[in-house]
């Protein structure tokens, strides 16, 4: 069965750094797009950040410039580095992918930044 697996969440004080794993496993034939949403409480999910499989990133505009998004095509793993992380990045993080033919969701993951 095809799944993402997701770690690196936790307690982290604003200004503090944390980094988010995320790896494909079971029967995959391709992986294109992979990226990262959040959603807080009583939010909508928004998009934090996306890279597609040639490497272009996009970014949400909260995150810009203290996020980093980046894959590693041989190990079907994408990453979230968090840096100066503030108490409005507080959140579920959940990976995303595409592979074969739709698009999947990882269990998410907790952030909590406190101030």
């Known amino acids: 069965q095809v799944q993402l697996v997701e770690s690196g969440g936790g307690l982290v004080q604003a200004g503090g750094s944390l980094r988010l794993s995320c790896a494909a496993s079971?029967?995959?034939?391709?992986?294109?797009?992979m990226g990262w949403y959040r959603q807080a409480p009583g939010k909508q999910r928004e998009l934090v950040a996306t890279?597609?499989?040639?490497?272009?990133?996009n970014y949400g505009d909260s995150v810009k410039g203290r996020f980093t998004i980046s894959r590693d095509n041989a190990k079907n793993a994408v990453y979230l580095q968090m840096n100066s992380l503030k108490p409005g990045d507080t959140a579920v993080y959940y990976c995303?992918?595409?592979?074969?033919?739709?698009?999947?969701w990882g269990q998410g993951t907790q952030v909590t930044v406190s101030s």
């Open positions: 890279i597609s499989n040639s490497g272009r990133t």
């Open positions: 079971g029967s995959i034939f391709r992986i294109n797009a």
């Open positions: 995303n992918a595409g592979l074969d033919t739709r698009y999947y």
